[in-house]
């Protein structure tokens, strides 16, 4: 007997449009996060090519749907375990680590963040580092679930035994319970949508770039953050090393992509994302020089050609076909960028105040040895069976992949494929 | 109404620094407190968020409200979820009123703090006038009927047919040719695989045959869409096939006398007038095309199935689906006449007529014609155009797929002819995500890829065998003759040959690209502006053969919730006819949605007349109330005294 219900693993727009779309047939759904909120990588964003509406305006109402919905039921801060059966009838290990929050009697009010004595001294993993929480916290103002998280890595009393614990004083419901052990369920579920999506691929591995070493060498998703009204920066676009706003602004596209020493494949979304990201300094401080140092621009999907024209000839950003070679730091962490500029001819060095890494993505595979393996492609992202008639079913009946977990993409072919697999995912569910 | 208390709840959002960057959220909520029948006033960081929701549950009882407005973004986005809010607190969810602003007030006036703060206070003011003539309304629910149309049969309608099939409802698929497999089927060969678009196609027409409850409608058109979500009823006209399913056994091809250019091979093979484009084709029987046919009737006399019949005419179908999916594909561009030498020499070919020429089963087996020297490509033909004057069209898209084609079928010519030069001149080389691989292989292998810029195209002179191909080269800034045998321009793609009918019939509109618009770019790809229509494949946008695939599943499943639940809801804000009504007609006319009719009744035995609205085709528009000279037809949840207490609203000070 086939179970009429699906796990859904990543809570990024394609895990949330895969399990709307289920649920939205009358189907349950388990979706499985393994960080606090829903949202994923679209969450970080502060606007989205080739319309340049707020990422937060858009995802908000798809967040709270599925917050919201009677057929979806949301783990969060879980992680998937082991998988055992088969299509129709498997069985899935789930734990629900620790928030050392009872989310039933959490309201959200965050007096907990406001009061830890670690309130910001730990790196904030929603704002890429450009800013700073407490051990307690809500990763952002909107995030699905709105519940306070304690983190274990750095909570004083989870660490070393000793604190004012002011936080379960602040905590009017008394949600805080420090002695709040991990959980584990399983779910029974007849069908399994892989949404894990991507992490960026590590910039240190670019050494010649600096990044971690220099200060004002930050990345594509760093800059989203600064961009962005409820970023660390309340959306001041300010350099690191010493907050002035940058004058001078170079990106480095295909950083860790289309390399023969990191990954050759191409991340697919980086060049609108730079061009994006480009138009946004430009339209924050129209005085400010922005280069982007590109190999090819990839504008190819719907509206992008146009939108690279806009930040041409409307917003005069420099576009330069050549990879640099190195950066250098100068005493007034301001960075002097060498490469070639292939149109113009020769070795062009340039000094600027701040430079962005348009940084290749990689996937984020489910954990080994965890009950399934899903063949994936040489570039390590999880392969369909046969794309060419079914572009979500992979090798392991009952189970789909979709979003940058099948490879690198942007939001509408995330969503799309979110939808496809809900689609597959469901016929079989629906089986007598 | 009874005469109850108005109690308003009035909440005023900061949206993070989206509102309260610009607008003085405390000015507002102080301002909103201060209105009549306000007994509530408060605010929150962001109105959409979980515990803001609750928020208003509970305020509903405690205050014991019974009109709630928020002032947050636009109704676009939110008004569902505070309309849940306020249903989750015990009301009807359209004792609910919204007033935005963030985009009416923030947005657009960023530079005039304070005059925005005054105009969002006057936007609150407005909204709880209406709030307090607001009514409870409870949305009708329609039956919809258990079945799907998909129209289009390239990859993405015959996966959505299949998958809507697989999951369970009745499926009819037309397609306007004799036979399936648009597009995709003319391609050699696929990238990363053995499998021929032609295998990949039968699969899925394999799916159909497997299937029960689909039915294929091949030489199908629409001809006219009516109803709604849930109910549309649909016109197609069939063009004669001439020929009934028979065994195929080609008997009639064989004796069939007229010869004519095969479209299917672009005119390098030639076809009978009963034909089958290519041996596999499906459905596997011919078809005749009476655009040249002679009526000779031999091949009548060759059947020995009696399946042809000469005399066959066009045949008219009504369907009657609850959704529907375009998959209606695109058009390969073709250049003008001379552009880079078209139409000049038989060397000189695009990238979809390569592709026929490349496939082994094909025309010329695989071969190209003459001696392969040296194959130029030359990237972005019809597509990244400049617009030298305001009147001219061009398509400043980019096609997408264009330079992974080339450069699939550049490998597969060094491949086959290792010495030969193959050479592509390109733009931006947009292989983009894995098709990078092929791009590297393509390096490896010896193609040389030349780039030059959009203002400098390459120039091609066509010579009597091949072309001398001039190119500026970007990296070395200098200019090349290349001695060409054959050239291959990578054409781009625009929207259908009979988009403008399909647009017309399904009531879609066109993005600035010409491509069919979607209801919002990132997070509806699929959804059209016609609730229960959904667009699949390159009709929206150029993509290969994967995205196709993958957006014909996705548009099966949205037209799969509507299916799968049965009913839908319709929205309440219908015109409705009030007592003043005297049938006098005039809103008949203006009716957008056709929804009006004149109807008479009896009435103290004399005959009177009014209008009757049906309520799942009214848009709820008003174009009708705002016709009617007498106050004699309203739209609910917009009525004219609601507006009327907005505009009275608006003007005090």
Same mark, same amino acid.
């Given at each position: 007997?086939?179970?009429?219900?699906?796990?859904?693993?990543?809570?990024? @727009?394609?895990?949330?449009?895969?399990?709307?779309? !289920?649920?939205?047939?009358?189907?349950?759904?388990?979706?499985?996060?393994?960080?606090?909120?829903?949202?994923?990588?679209?969450?970080?964003?502060?606007?989205?090519?080739?319309?340049?509406?707020?990422?937060?305006?858009?995802?908000?109402?798809?967040?709270?749907?599925?917050?919201?919905?009677?057929?979806?039921?949301?783990?969060?801060?879980?992680?998937?375990?082991?998988?055992?059966?088969?299509?129709?009838?498997?069985?899935?290990?789930?734990?629900?680590?620790?928030?050392?929050?009872? @989310?039933?009697?959490?309201?959200? +009010?965050?007096?907990?963040?406001?009061?830890?004595?670690?309130?910001?001294?730990?790196?904030?993993?929603?704002?890429?580092?450009?800013?700073?929480?407490?051990?307690?916290?809500?990763?952002?103002?909107?995030?699905?679930?709105?519940?306070?998280?304690?983190?274990?890595?750095?909570?004083?009393?989870?660490?070393? %035994?000793?604190?004012?614990?002011?936080?379960?004083?602040?905590?009017?419901?008394?949600?805080?319970?420090?002695?709040?052990?991990?959980?584990?369920?399983?779910?029974?579920?007849?069908?399994?949508? =892989?949404?894990?999506?991507?992490?960026?691929?590590?910039?240190?591995?670019?050494?010649?770039?600096?990044?971690?070493?220099?200060?004002?060498?930050?990345?594509?998703?760093?800059?989203?953050?600064?961009?962005?009204?409820?970023?660390?920066?309340? %959306?001041?676009?300010?350099?690191?090393?010493?907050?002035?706003?940058?004058?001078?602004?170079?990106?480095?596209?295909?950083?860790?992509?289309?390399?023969?020493?990191?990954?050759?494949?191409?991340?697919?979304?980086?060049?609108?994302?730079?061009?994006?990201?480009?138009?946004?300094?430009?339209?924050?401080?129209?005085?400010?020089?922005?280069?982007?140092?590109?190999?090819?621009?990839?504008?190819?999907?719907?509206?992008?050609?146009?939108?690279?024209?806009?930040?041409?000839?409307?917003?005069?950003? /420099?576009?330069?076909?050549?990879?640099?070679?190195?950066?250098?730091?100068?005493?007034?962490?301001?960075?002097?960028?060498?490469?070639?500029?292939?149109?113009?001819?020769?070795?062009?060095?340039?000094?600027?105040?701040?430079? &962005?890494?348009?940084?290749?993505?990689?996937?984020?595979?489910?954990?080994?040895?965890?009950?399934?393996?899903?063949?994936?492609?040489?570039?390590?992202?999880?392969?369909?069976?046969?794309?060419?008639?079914?572009?979500?079913?992979?090798?392991?009946?009952? =189970?789909?992949?979709?979003?940058?977990?099948?490879?690198?993409?942007?939001?509408?072919?995330?969503?799309?494929?979110?939808?496809?697999?809900?689609?597959?995912?469901?016929?079989?569910?629906?089986?007598? | 109404?009874?005469?109850?208390?108005?109690?308003?709840?009035?909440?005023?959002?900061?949206?993070?620094?989206?509102?309260?960057?610009?607008?003085?959220?405390?000015?507002?909520?102080?301002?909103?407190?201060?209105?009549?029948?306000?007994?509530?006033?408060?605010?929150?960081?962001?109105?959409?968020?979980?515990?803001?929701?609750?928020?208003?549950?509970?305020?509903?009882?405690?205050?014991?409200? /019974?009109?709630?407005?928020?002032?947050?973004?636009?109704?676009?986005?939110?008004?569902?979820?505070?309309?849940?809010?306020?249903?989750?607190?015990?009301?009807?969810?359209?004792?609910?009123?919204?007033?935005?602003?963030?985009?009416?007030?923030?947005?657009?006036?960023?530079?005039?703090?304070?005059?925005?703060?005054?105009?969002?206070?006057? !936007?609150?003011?407005?909204?709880?006038?209406?709030?307090?003539?607001?009514?409870?309304?409870?949305?009708?629910?329609?039956?919809?009927?258990?079945?799907?149309?998909?129209?289009?049969?390239?990859?993405?309608?015959?996966?959505?047919?299949?998958?809507?099939?697989?999951?369970?409802?009745?499926?009819?698929?037309?397609?306007?040719?004799?036979?399936?497999?648009? /597009?995709?089927?003319?391609?050699?060969?696929?990238?990363?695989?053995?499998?021929?678009?032609?295998?990949?196609?039968?699969?899925?027409?394999?799916?159909?045959?497997?299937?029960?409850? @689909?039915?294929?409608?091949? *030489?199908?058109?629409?001809?006219?869409?009516?109803?709604?979500?849930?109910?549309?009823?649909?016109?197609?006209?069939?063009?004669?096939?001439?020929?009934?399913?028979?065994?195929?056994?080609?008997?009639?091809?064989?004796?069939?006398?007229?010869?004519?250019?095969?479209?299917?091979?672009?005119?390098?093979?030639?076809?009978?007038?009963?034909?089958?484009?290519?041996?596999?084709?499906?459905?596997?029987?011919?078809?005749?095309?009476?655009?040249?046919?002679?009526? +000779?009737?031999?091949?009548?006399?060759?059947?020995?199935?009696?399946?042809?019949?000469?005399?066959?005419?066009?045949?008219?179908?009504?369907?009657?689906?609850?959704?529907?999916?375009?998959?209606?594909?695109?058009?390969?561009?073709?250049?003008?006449? *001379?552009?880079? *030498?078209?139409?000049?020499?038989?060397?000189?070919?695009?990238?979809?007529? !390569?592709?026929?020429?490349?496939?082994?089963?094909?025309?010329?087996? %695989?071969?190209?014609?003459?001696?392969?020297?040296?194959?130029?490509?030359?990237?972005?033909?019809?597509?990244?155009?400049?617009?030298?004057?305001?009147?001219?069209?061009?398509?400043?898209?980019?096609?997408? @797929?264009?330079?992974?084609?080339?450069?699939?079928?550049?490998?597969?010519?060094?491949?086959?002819?290792?010495?030969?030069?193959?050479?592509?001149?390109?733009?931006?080389?947009?292989?983009?995500?894995?098709?990078?691989?092929?791009?590297?292989?393509?390096?490896?292998?010896?193609?040389?890829?030349?780039?030059?810029?959009?203002?400098?195209?390459?120039?091609?002179?066509?010579?009597?065998?091949?072309?001398?191909?001039? =190119?500026?080269?970007?990296?070395?800034?200098?200019?090349?003759?290349?001695?060409?045998?054959?050239?291959?321009?990578?054409?781009?793609?625009?929207?259908?040959?009979?988009?403008?009918?399909?647009?017309?019939?399904?009531?879609?509109?066109?993005?600035?690209? *010409?491509?069919?618009?979607?209801?919002?770019?990132?997070?509806?790809?699929?959804?059209?502006?016609?609730?229960?229509?959904?667009?699949?494949?390159?009709?929206?946008?150029?993509?290969?053969?994967?995205?196709?695939?993958?957006?014909?599943?996705?548009?099966?499943?949205?037209?799969?919730?509507?299916?799968?639940?049965?009913?839908?809801?319709?929205?309440?804000?219908?015109?409705?006819?009030?007592?003043?009504?005297?049938?006098?007609?005039? +809103?008949?006319?203006?009716?957008?949605?056709?929804?009006?009719?004149?109807?008479?009744?009896?009435?103290?035995?004399?005959?009177?007349?009014?209008?009757?609205? /049906?309520?799942?085709?009214?848009?709820?528009?008003? &174009?009708?109330?705002?016709?009617?000279?007498?106050?004699?037809?309203?739209?609910?949840?917009?009525?004219?005294?609601?507006?009327?207490?907005?505009?009275?609203?608006?003007?005090?000070?």
């Amino acid at each position: 007997m086939t179970q009429k219900k699906a796990l859904v693993i990543g809570g990024g @727009i394609a895990g949330m449009q895969a399990s709307l779309d !289920l649920a939205d047939q009358g189907i349950k759904v388990y979706l499985v996060e393994r960080n606090p909120s829903i949202g994923g990588n679209m969450a970080k964003l502060d606007k989205t090519f080739p319309t340049l509406d707020c990422a937060a305006c858009i995802i908000t109402p798809k967040l709270v749907d599925t917050g919201g919905h009677k057929n979806i039921e949301l783990l969060t801060y879980s992680e998937v375990q082991n998988i055992t059966g088969e299509a129709g009838a498997f069985k899935v290990k789930v734990l629900k680590k620790a928030r050392f929050v009872d @989310i039933d009697k959490c309201t959200g +009010c965050a007096a907990c963040t406001q009061v830890c004595v670690l309130k910001n001294k730990i790196l904030d993993e929603h704002n890429e580092g450009m800013g700073k929480r407490g051990a307690a916290y809500i990763p952002f103002p909107q995030a699905v679930p709105l519940k306070a998280t304690i983190d274990p890595e750095h909570c004083l009393f989870l660490t070393k %035994g000793k604190c004012t614990m002011k936080c379960v004083e602040a905590c009017g419901p008394g949600a805080i319970d420090h002695e709040q052990k991990p959980e584990e369920v399983t779910l029974a579920v007849g069908s399994i949508i =892989v949404a894990t999506g991507f992490k960026l691929e590590d910039p240190a591995k670019k050494p010649e770039y600096g990044y971690g070493v220099y200060d004002n060498v930050i990345t594509s998703l760093q800059i989203e953050r600064l961009l962005s009204p409820s970023g660390p920066t309340g %959306g001041e676009v300010k350099r690191p090393s010493d907050g002035e706003h940058p004058k001078k602004v170079a990106f480095l596209q295909c950083v860790c992509s289309r390399d023969l020493n990191t990954n050759i494949y191409c991340s697919r979304y980086c060049c609108m994302q730079a061009i994006k990201e480009a138009i946004l300094l430009k339209e924050h401080n129209p005085d400010v020089e922005v280069t982007i140092f590109y190999i090819d621009i990839r504008a190819f999907g719907k509206g992008y050609e146009e939108l690279y024209n806009r930040a041409k000839d409307e917003f005069g950003v /420099n576009f330069v076909k050549g990879r640099i070679a190195e950066i250098h730091e100068k005493d007034d962490k301001s960075l002097v960028t060498i490469g070639e500029d292939i149109v113009g001819g020769g070795v062009v060095e340039s000094k600027v105040d701040l430079v &962005v890494l348009s940084v290749g993505v990689a996937p984020v595979p489910l954990p080994e040895g965890i009950g399934i393996e899903i063949p994936v492609w040489r570039d390590n992202f999880y392969r369909a069976k046969n794309q060419y008639v079914d572009a979500v079913t992979t090798d392991i009946p009952g =189970v789909f992949v979709a979003g940058c977990a099948e490879s690198p993409k942007d939001i509408p072919d995330s969503v799309t494929q979110g939808s496809a697999a809900a689609m597959r995912a469901s016929i079989l569910l629906e089986e007598k | 109404m009874t005469e109850e208390e108005l109690r308003v709840g009035v909440y005023v959002c900061h949206c993070g620094t989206n509102i309260a960057g610009v607008v003085d959220v405390d000015a507002v909520v102080e301002y909103a407190a201060s209105l009549p029948n306000v007994v509530h006033a408060t605010k929150n960081m962001y109105m959409c968020s979980l515990p803001a929701q609750s928020g208003i549950k509970e305020d509903i009882k405690k205050h014991s409200l /019974n009109r709630v407005v928020v002032a947050s973004c636009t109704p676009k986005m939110h008004e569902p979820t505070f309309r849940a809010a306020v249903q989750a607190g015990g009301l009807n969810p359209f004792l609910y009123e919204q007033a935005n602003i963030r985009e009416h007030c923030a947005w657009v006036h960023a530079d005039q703090p304070e005059r925005a703060t005054e105009k969002a206070k006057d !936007l609150v003011r407005m909204a709880v006038a209406k709030a307090r003539l607001l009514s409870p309304l409870n949305p009708k629910k329609i039956a919809v009927i258990r079945s799907a149309l998909v129209v289009g049969g390239g990859p993405a309608g015959l996966r959505s047919a299949a998958d809507l099939a697989s999951r369970g409802f009745e499926v009819s698929l037309i397609e306007k040719s004799h036979f399936l497999g648009g /597009n995709a089927v003319r391609s050699a060969s696929l990238p990363f695989t053995d499998q021929t678009p032609r295998e990949a196609a039968a699969v899925l027409t394999d799916a159909l045959e497997d299937e029960k409850n @689909i039915s294929v409608h091949t *030489g199908y058109e629409a001809e006219s869409l009516n109803g709604y979500l849930g109910n549309f009823t649909i016109s197609l006209v069939k063009k004669p096939r001439f020929v009934k399913e028979c065994s195929n056994c080609g008997r009639c091809i064989a004796v069939c006398p007229v010869e004519t250019d095969n479209e299917f091979d672009y005119g390098l093979s030639m076809r009978k007038a009963i034909y089958m484009p290519y041996d596999s084709a499906y459905p596997n029987y011919p078809a005749i095309d009476m655009s040249v046919c002679k009526k +000779c009737g031999e091949c009548v006399n060759a059947c020995a199935e009696s399946a042809i019949d000469l005399e066959a005419e066009d045949e008219k179908l009504d369907l009657s689906v609850g959704a529907v999916v375009i998959a209606t594909g695109a058009k390969n561009y073709t250049p003008k006449d *001379g552009e880079f *030498g078209w139409g000049k020499s038989d060397r000189v070919l695009s990238l979809p007529v !390569l592709e026929r020429v490349l496939d082994k089963t094909g025309p010329t087996k %695989g071969r190209l014609k003459g001696k392969v020297e040296n194959v130029v490509f030359i990237g972005c033909v019809g597509s990244r155009q400049k617009k030298t004057s305001e009147e001219e069209k061009v398509n400043e898209y980019c096609s997408r @797929i264009c330079c992974t084609e080339s450069v699939k079928n550049a490998i597969h010519i060094k491949d086959r002819h290792p010495d030969a030069g193959v050479f592509y001149l390109f733009r931006d080389i947009r292989t983009y995500g894995r098709d990078e691989y092929l791009y590297r292989e393509a390096l490896e292998k010896g193609v040389v890829f030349i780039q030059f810029e959009g203002d400098v195209p390459p120039e091609v002179n066509v010579l009597k065998k091949g072309a001398k191909v001039v =190119v500026s080269d970007v990296l070395s800034r200098e200019s090349f003759e290349i001695p060409a045998s054959h050239v291959v321009l990578a054409t781009g793609f625009e929207p259908g040959a009979d988009a403008d009918k399909v647009l017309e019939v399904f009531k879609l509109n066109r993005s600035a690209d *010409g491509f069919f618009q979607e209801a919002h770019i990132k997070l509806r790809p699929l959804e059209t502006s016609t609730e229960g229509v959904f667009i699949a494949g390159a009709c929206q946008a150029p993509k290969n053969l994967v995205e196709s695939i993958a957006s014909g599943s996705a548009a099966a499943a949205k037209a799969a919730v509507p299916l799968s639940m049965g009913e839908v809801e319709l929205d309440p804000a219908k015109a409705m006819v009030t007592e003043f009504c005297d049938g006098c007609a005039i +809103c008949i006319d203006p009716c957008l949605g056709k929804a009006i009719t004149l109807v008479e009744y009896e009435k103290d035995g004399e005959l009177k007349k009014t209008v009757e609205v /049906n309520e799942a085709l009214c848009k709820g528009c008003g &174009v009708c109330m705002a016709t009617c000279p007498k106050k004699g037809i309203d739209v609910r949840h917009f009525t004219l005294d609601q507006l009327q207490a907005m505009v009275d609203a608006a003007l005090e000070t």
